[in-house]
């Protein structure tokens, strides 16, 4: 039982280019989630998925995309990088429902800069 | 939106002295609140959770917090810190009509002077 797990660990790359960060769960959560961490200021939700085939924005998604692959797959993409992008970013998981509340499981993280 | 204060950035105590992370949420009706630790280069995890089971909560590794609704507050307390709970605590609020937005707080970085 993996949990959460995220890859790229790290990544560099010049402004203007494209990337796509990978987030995969085996706990067969419905809910799944990017965050970015940045110092000073906790986490802030970019995008979140409800369940398999559905996305909506959290607070921060501006120059972000994102495809729910499937239930277990939850991709982010930076399609034009830009130094403001420069952050870690968390992928989580979580059950849903109004029965909660459900905590979050999160991956390691991946390490972005954007020069 | 809910919105999570944490007091302090950084705090720093003693090996054997009291924790005490402070927390405080905005929110009219009674939310649910997490409190995570995240050690260097790690994503986070969870210590407790309130549910409104109880009032004082008790997590993993010796933390609870108490959930004061006349303070708005869900501080977090250990009697007794220890070298290894060195680390950054977050408080999180999960949205009263959205259960699947959660707002963080900035996040207290603990340290432990032996």
């Excluded at chain 2, 997490?34 to 004082?56: D, E, I, M, R």
Aim: with cysteine.
């Amino acid at each position: 039982n993996a949990g959460v797990t995220q890859t790229p660990k790290f990544q560099v790359l010049k402004t203007g280019q494209s990337m796509t960060l990978q987030c995969a769960q085996d706990m067969n959560h419905n809910s799944m989630y990017w965050y970015r961490q940045d110092p000073g200021m906790g986490l802030r939700l970019i995008y979140y998925s409800a369940s398999e085939g559905t996305t909506d924005k959290g607070e921060v998604p501006n120059g972000y995309n994102v495809s729910r692959l499937n239930k277990r797959e939850f991709s982010l993409r930076l399609e034009s990088a830009a130094p403001s992008q420069t952050s870690v970013y968390f992928c989580a998981s979580s059950d849903s429902g109004l029965a909660g509340p459900y905590e979050q499981y999160f991956g390691p993280g991946t390490r972005l800069t954007v020069t | 939106a809910q919105s999570v204060t944490q007091l302090g950035s950084h705090v720093s105590v003693s090996e054997g002295a009291l924790v005490l992370l402070r927390c405080n949420y905005s929110s009219s009706v009674p939310p649910y609140l997490f409190w995570y630790v995240q050690y260097p280069n790690q994503g986070l995890q969870l210590l407790l959770k309130y549910t409104s089971a109880a009032t004082l909560v008790k997590g993993i590794n010796g933390f609870e917090a108490e959930f004061k609704k006349s303070e708005t507050s869900f501080h977090l307390t250990k009697p007794s810190a220890h070298m290894s709970d060195a680390a950054e605590y977050f408080c999180a609020v999960r949205e009263e009509d959205n259960f699947n937005k959660f707002y963080f707080g900035s996040g207290t970085k603990l340290n432990v002077k032996p």
